[in-house]
């Protein structure tokens, strides 16, 4: 029944946009008609350009969240357990994500080419800072009662590690698995747009520069659609890993891209 709802909503809004693009007879060029952008999405599948550059941009997005993510639960683990890391490199860190990721997609490309690894490794640095803070505020959300518990009980900083800290800050590290798998995508996106071969963000702007509004508007219809399948992907997992969190979702502490 929600997911009836959910339908009936997104119709309503199509047929509030169509209407208005046509009884405000707004240009095409301005804000085409859902129409226009079915016809668009029509053309693009049809001729498989749309096929073949989803999948580079999705093997992009990907592989840029397993480089971010894994690097992510790393740090935010190592600055977790030793203040010393903390003290030294956690500034650092910061400093590094203070820096807009737009500015730093021309170097990236210019260091590592138009190729697949420029993408994969902009996309990584997008979306490690979101991971890395949740993980973080999970592992020291860790109750110290249980922790003094397990001390007096003989076990080791690697048990008191698998067995109390990294369950109880699994909720809060999948909400940031949900977090940096969009900005994955995002990072990929910008990436593109700097400098690619091909891709989505190359198809936007190849339709900008020969005007085709509602062209584009479908590549973006079909970006909102990947980064919604891809979160719920990463929604599935958490639910049957994360089974015993009552809410389903941990503290979402990421920072913007």
Known sequence: MRAFRRLLL??????????????????????PPPSAVGVGLYRGFRSGIFIENIWITMLETFLGFVL??????????AVALSRRFEYYLYPIIIMFQAMPKVALAPLIIVWFGLDLTSKVINAGLV??????????AGLRAADEDRISLMRSLAATPAQIFWMLRLPGALPSIFAGLEIAMIFALIGAIVAEFVGAQSGLGVLIQSMNFSMDVAGQFSVLFILSLIGLALNGIVTAVRR??????????????????
């Open 240 to 257: 049957r890993v994360v089974f015993w969190d009552n809410n389903g979702r941990g503290h979402q502490l990421g920072g913007k891209p």
């Open 10 to 31: 997104m119709a309503a809004l199509l047929g509030l946009w169509e209407a208005a693009a046509r009884l405000l007879a707004i240009p095409a060029y301005i804000l």
């Open 127 to 136: 979306c490690f800072f979101p991971l890395m803070v949740n993980t973080i």
């Open 68 to 77: 971010g993510a894994s690097t992510g639960f790393l740090l935010g683990t």
